[in-house]
């Protein structure tokens, strides 16, 4: 299992729930290591005992922990990078769907070893939308439909998400977009704010 998906669950329920329902979490999966290290690997055995412990400790399932860490990378102040990377796919909701089939290798452009499921997106037409989430990573397809929901107030799009078990493990999120344009979406420009001043 790649540490930086491990270091993200990790954020996730620290700027959530708080750093000590995080070392619950550790204690309770039975981890003798509090942090992970974004960069390194480690077994997958890790990853379930995690997800077990958060489920006891959160008191909710693991699909919708799973999707509150899709949510959360999208809508957090500290993962305004991956944000700003889902945003390139696309000017409307629309776009954006259309450029998931791309998102794992895009990823592995900034990441060259972590391997997301591959995903394959299919217009029905009338806004009639399905995603393939392909096998690999546990829970993955559950992170998707927070990022699609997460992405669809992004562009301030009203879409309903539903999901269906697929072959070998595989998940199909059924999307319907309902308006493209409900609500004004969230300000975003093409240059990321720096922070510097012109002199």
């Known amino acids: 299992m790649h540490g930086l998906i491990l270091r993200t669950f990790q954020v996730f329920i620290e ?16 981890l003798e290591v509090p942090a992970f290290e974004p960069m ?13 412990a958060a489920e006891l400790g959160l008191g909710k399932p693991a699909e919708a922990i799973w999707e509150d860490v899709g949510t ?3 809508s957090h102040p500290n993962s305004e990078g991956l944000r700003r990377l889902l945003r390139f796919g696309g000017v409307d909701f629309i776009e954006f769907l259309h450029s998931l089939d791309d998102l794992p290798d895009r990823t592995r452009l900034a990441v060259a070893d972590l391997v997301l499921p591959e995903l394959e997106l299919t217009d029905s037409g009338n806004l009639q939308f399905s995603l ?38 595989e998940q199909i999120l059924m999307i319907t977009v309902i308006e493209t344009a409900y ?8 240059a990321a704010n720096t922070g510097g001043s012109e002199g």
């Open 15 to 30: 700027d959530t729930y708080g750093p000590m329902t995080w070392a619950e979490i550790v204690v309770g999966a039975g």
């Open 72 to 74: 959360y990378l999208v």
């Open 132 to 169: 393939r989430v392909g096998d690999g990573l546990p829970g993955f397809g559950y992170v998707m439909i927070g990022v699609l929901r997460a992405m669809a107030d992004d562009y301030g799009a009203l879409a309903l998400l539903d999901t269906e078990g697929g072959r070998r493990g």
């Open 40 to 52: 390194l690997n480690y077994p997958p055995e890790t990853y379930s005992a995690l997800i077990g």
């Open 183 to 190: 609500a004004e979406g969230r300000e975003f420009e093409l």
